[in-house]
């Protein structure tokens, strides 16, 4: 197949640093669930880490996808990350990638595991080809269109759509059959459609290039935040160029919120596009949601109707202004950064890149209110300076127009925090399975055995462990060092049978009013019913 030349990931300046995790172990030569064997690292992102592995058994090759240890602890990020599993298990299409299995490993994280796909990424595609003859762009945008139609009728929106979460193989002679990728910031709504508690309204979730107005705004969205974004992307095909740039990211969110996009005949005089193609993209990209196509189905129908008889798409003026306030500037809420950095390993030319260099931009957190996310690629040459591409998934508060104030004093540096001290884990073996807890018993740590605790800081560390029909023990560690075992014992609960009493009379000698005590069986273990605690994500969601 065509191999890719080497590209650089062109991402916006931020205000602020993020601070550098230490990278999670290599795991290569491990095996998960005595059936998936990793043989080598694919790519590495802020949240975690993807692999080549294998089924020792059929000899089928997949690629896992693994949460780094240090985020393990925190259920927010570990049920956003499974929301990925769960997401694309729901819609089950032959255009999203297939998630069959998860589980967790022995450093005490959790992973999925993929279906290993050999191409590249539309990205990869566009800045080779682009820009793309109709028949070509028609033919990716349909399937893209299915993948995520399929999505909507189970509740689910991407939230995300991009060139690189789109991913290009070869299947059934047909060298442009798209994978749709990176449910992990997916809106998974119920049955009575209201959505889960992993978003809120106000925190922008995405990648601003592809952003809808009403996303850069932190509004609730819908499924027609997808629709804008296939709007984007096929604007992309067809000219080669984004409709938006700028030197930053509220930059950018500022444009898609307020300006009209440049035309696409305008943008690309020389590829020849067609008024009906021109008309159903700007269509798609309307500020007002309401006159955007109202689903992907409609979408479709347009593509399909190109060089027919059928009616022109009509395309509304937008009605939309900046405020006008005087001098302004948009600035988000900040809080305190705390996800890492991005490294990833530079791609081969040509052979197999995988599903995981398709879904560089890994999970993000919650509670915070800026921060990058992404893959940074390795570059080997320049990218013109007409043509910048910020692709850097970032989570903002909603922007607030506001009215610097006038400073009459210097700024004032303040000192930097000390570094956070590394965590360590340590093994916690109990006579019965146990979990781990804070000392107040709030926040769970991880669970006994071989698989281990990470522990912030040198300590001491108190710990409470609890397993069921035991007395909770806590427990106190001294300055822990990485590997030590700590060994207790929880002792059993005296077992009280409970009674049940009733006005029937008993049979042996006495008044005939001596109540009768019946034993009832003790309440079943309330734990989560797994091995290792985790909740099943593929079963289905209960709103």
Same mark, same amino acid.
């Given at each position: %197949?065509?191999?890719?030349?080497?590209?650089?990931?062109?991402?916006?300046?931020?205000?602020?640093?993020? +601070?550098? =995790?230490?990278?999670?172990?290599?795991?290569?030569?491990?095996?998960?669930?005595?059936?998936?064997?990793?043989?080598?690292?694919?790519?590495?992102?802020? &949240?975690?880490?993807? #692999?080549?592995?294998?089924?020792?058994?059929?000899?089928?090759?997949?690629?896992?996808?693994?949460?780094?240890?240090?985020?393990?602890?925190?259920?927010?990020?570990?049920?956003?990350?499974?929301?990925?599993?769960?997401?694309?298990?729901?819609?089950?299409?032959?255009?999203?990638?297939?998630?069959? @299995?998860?589980?967790?490993?022995?450093?005490?994280?959790?992973?999925?595991? %993929?279906?290993?796909?050999?191409?590249?990424?539309?990205?990869?595609?566009?800045?080779?080809?682009? +820009?793309?003859?109709?028949?070509?762009?028609?033919?990716?945008?349909?399937?893209?269109?299915?993948? /995520?139609?399929?999505?909507?009728?189970?509740?689910?929106?991407?939230?995300?759509?991009?060139?690189?979460?789109?991913?290009? =193989?070869?299947?059934?002679?047909?060298? @442009?059959?798209?994978?749709?990728?990176? !449910?992990?910031?997916?809106?998974?709504?119920?049955?009575?459609?209201?959505?889960?508690?992993?978003?809120?309204?106000?925190?922008?979730?995405?990648?601003?290039?592809? &952003?809808?107005?009403?996303?850069?705004?932190?509004?609730?969205?819908?499924?027609?935040?997808?629709? #804008?974004?296939?709007?984007?992307?096929? #604007?992309?095909?067809?000219?080669?160029?984004?409709?938006?740039?700028?030197?930053?990211? %509220?930059?950018?969110?500022?444009?898609?919120?307020?300006?009209?996009?440049?035309?696409?005949?305008?943008?690309?005089?020389?590829?020849?596009?067609?008024?009906?193609?021109?008309?159903? =993209?700007?269509?798609? &990209?309307?500020?007002?949601?309401?006159?955007?196509?109202?689903?992907?189905?409609?979408?479709?129908?347009?593509?399909?109707?190109?060089?027919?008889?059928?009616?022109?798409?009509?395309?509304?003026?937008?009605?939309?202004?900046?405020?006008?306030?005087?001098?302004?500037?948009?600035?988000?809420?900040?809080?305190?950064?705390?996800?890492?950095?991005?490294?990833?390993?530079?791609?081969?030319?040509?052979?197999?890149?995988?599903?995981?260099?398709?879904?560089?931009?890994?999970?993000?957190?919650?509670?915070?209110? /800026?921060?990058?996310?992404?893959?940074?690629?390795?570059?080997?040459?320049?990218?013109?300076? @007409?043509?910048?591409?910020?692709?850097?998934?970032?989570?903002?508060?909603?922007? /607030?127009?506001?009215?610097?104030?006038?400073?009459?004093?210097?700024?004032?540096?303040?000192?930097?925090?000390?570094?956070?001290? $590394?965590?360590?884990?340590?093994?916690? $073996?109990?006579?019965?399975?146990?979990?781990? !807890?804070?000392?107040?018993?709030?926040?769970?740590?991880?669970?006994?055995?071989?698989?281990?605790?990470?522990?912030?800081?040198?300590?001491?560390?108190? /710990?409470?462990?609890?397993?069921?029909?035991?007395?909770?023990?806590?427990?106190?560690?001294?300055?822990?060092?990485?590997?030590?075992?700590?060994?207790?014992?929880?002792?059993?609960?005296?077992?009280? +049978?409970?009674?049940?009493?009733?006005?029937?009379?008993?049979?042996?000698?006495?008044?005939?009013?001596?109540?009768?005590?019946?034993?009832?069986?003790?309440?079943?273990?309330?734990?989560?019913?797994?091995? !290792?605690?985790?909740?099943?994500?593929?079963?289905? &969601?209960?709103?």
């Amino acid at each position: %197949m065509v191999t890719s030349p080497p590209r650089a990931q062109v991402d916006p300046p931020l205000d602020v640093s993020l +601070p550098v =995790i230490p990278a999670a172990p290599d795991l290569t030569g491990t095996l998960l669930l005595d059936r998936y064997c990793l043989l080598r690292k694919l790519g590495v992102g802020g &949240m975690g880490t993807v #692999y080549e592995a294998e089924h020792v058994t059929i000899k089928k090759r997949c690629a896992i996808k693994i949460l780094n240890p240090e985020f393990a602890h925190r259920g927010e990020l570990v049920e956003r990350f499974l929301q990925e599993a769960r997401a694309a298990s729901m819609i089950g299409h032959e255009n999203v990638v297939e998630i069959t @299995d998860f589980g967790a490993t022995p450093t005490g994280s959790v992973f999925f595991v %993929m279906e290993m796909l050999v191409g590249e990424d539309l990205s990869e595609t566009i800045k080779r080809s682009a +820009p793309l003859p109709w028949s070509r762009v028609a033919g990716i945008t349909l399937q893209i269109c299915r993948a /995520l139609q399929a999505a909507h009728d189970k509740g689910i929106v991407h939230r995300d759509m991009k060139p690189e979460n789109c991913f290009r =193989i070869e299947r059934s002679g047909n060298p @442009d059959f798209i994978k749709v990728l990176d !449910f992990g910031i997916a809106k998974l709504t119920g049955e009575d459609g209201s959505s889960g508690r992993l978003t809120s309204t106000g925190m922008i979730f995405g990648t601003p290039t592809y &952003m809808s107005p009403e996303q850069a705004q932190g509004e609730r969205v819908d499924h027609r935040a997808d629709v #804008y974004a296939v709007g984007v992307i096929l #604007y992309e095909l067809v000219t080669g160029k984004v409709p938006f740039t700028a030197d930053n990211f %509220m930059g950018i969110l500022t444009k898609h919120m307020f300006e009209d996009p440049p035309a696409p005949s305008e943008a690309a005089p020389e590829a020849g596009i067609l008024p009906e193609v021109e008309a159903l =993209i700007l269509k798609a &990209m309307q500020k007002d949601r309401g006159l955007r196509f109202q689903s992907l189905r409609e979408l479709m129908e347009a593509i399909q109707d190109v060089g027919t008889d059928a009616a022109p798409v009509v395309v509304v003026p937008n009605r939309v202004s900046r405020p006008n306030t005087g001098p302004t500037q948009f600035r988000p809420r900040t809080a305190p950064i705390t996800l890492p950095t991005v490294e990833t390993p530079a791609r081969r030319r040509g052979g197999v890149f995988g599903v995981a260099l398709a879904v560089a931009a890994m999970l993000g957190g919650s509670a915070v209110a /800026l921060y990058g996310l992404g893959a940074a690629e390795a570059t080997e040459q320049p990218v013109p300076k @007409d043509t910048p591409q910020p692709t850097q998934q970032v989570v903002v508060a909603a922007p /607030l127009v506001e009215t610097p104030a006038k400073v009459d004093t210097p700024p004032v540096k303040l000192p930097e925090p000390p570094p956070a001290p $590394a965590p360590v884990r340590v093994v916690v $073996a109990t006579n019965t399975p146990a979990e781990v !807890f804070d000392a107040a018993g709030t926040q769970r740590l991880g669970m006994s055995g071989d698989v281990g605790v990470a522990l912030a800081g040198a300590g001491p560390h108190k /710990l409470l462990l609890r397993a069921a029909q035991h007395e909770d023990l806590l427990v106190e560690v001294q300055d822990p060092t990485e590997g030590q075992r700590f060994e207790y014992t929880l002792k059993a609960k005296a077992k009280k +049978p409970n009674v049940v009493k009733t006005n029937k009379p008993a049979k042996d000698p006495g008044d005939g009013k001596k109540p009768v005590e019946t034993p009832t069986p003790p309440p079943e273990n309330p734990g989560s019913g797994t091995k !290792f605690g985790l909740k099943d994500p593929f079963k289905k &969601m209960g709103g």
